[in-house]
């Protein structure tokens, strides 16, 4: 019985992260989409998401609970400072492909047992509108693909352009089936 690691303290497994309802009361059920630059790389092949969490150490389990945790989240962090006094904010970035909503409602579902929220709870903050969170509203709002992603940022750019007096900027190729829709219609 000397060799029992439950009877000797020192020997005891040490549990550390999180557990189940740790972070009840903690997090905001309001996520952000695209509100902040991707680190790992370029915006249009990222999404980034961020959750407001309620205290330091709390964030910081949940950073490293997204990163261990799926094979899909290229990584998580959590702001340096406070955003308001004892908030700070996790960013979890993953690729933007059609996977996304099925990847973020897979994080939303596992929330669910560390927060008092399930997945239905949740809202979504994109280009300044609110939504109820919904896998195909997301698919439907949110650019899937890096393409999807330019033209949609690049058509903005392009219209600042044109109010600045500067050559606009192709966004996307055209293809032999436009040029001749274009051509029947008198455009081209």
Do not use: C
């Not at 019985?1 to 740790?22: A, H, I, R, S």
């Not at 961020?50 to 290229?74: H, I, M, N, P, T």
């Not at 044109?162 to 055209?174: D, F, M, Q, R, Y």
Request: hydrophobic share 40%; glycine share 4%.
């Amino acid at each position: 019985m000397l060799n029992n690691p439950f009877n000797n303290p020192k020997l005891q497994p040490l549990l550390e992260g999180l557990q189940y309802k740790d972070l009840d009361g903690m997090m905001k059920a309001t996520m952000h989409v695209d509100e902040f630059a991707a680190k790992m790389g370029d915006d249009a092949d990222i999404i980034v998401v961020s959750f407001f969490v309620r205290d330091q150490q709390a964030a910081k389990d949940l950073v490293g609970w997204f990163e261990k945790g799926y094979d899909f989240v290229l990584d998580a962090d959590r702001s340096p400072g406070e955003i308001k006094p004892n908030r700070y904010l996790v960013y979890v970035e993953i690729r933007r492909r059609s996977a996304a909503p099925q990847h973020i409602q897979q994080l939303l579902a596992d929330l669910a047992t560390l927060t008092e929220h399930e997945p239905s709870d949740w809202r979504w903050r994109y280009q300044g509108r609110d939504h109820d969170w919904n896998e195909e509203a997301f698919a439907q709002t949110v650019p899937l693909t890096p393409q999807a992603y330019r033209e949609a940022n690049d058509e903005d750019l392009n219209e600042v352009r044109t109010a600045a007096g500067l050559p606009v900027k192709k966004i996307h190729e055209p293809t032999t089936e436009s040029v001749v829709l274009q051509s029947l219609a008198g455009i081209r």
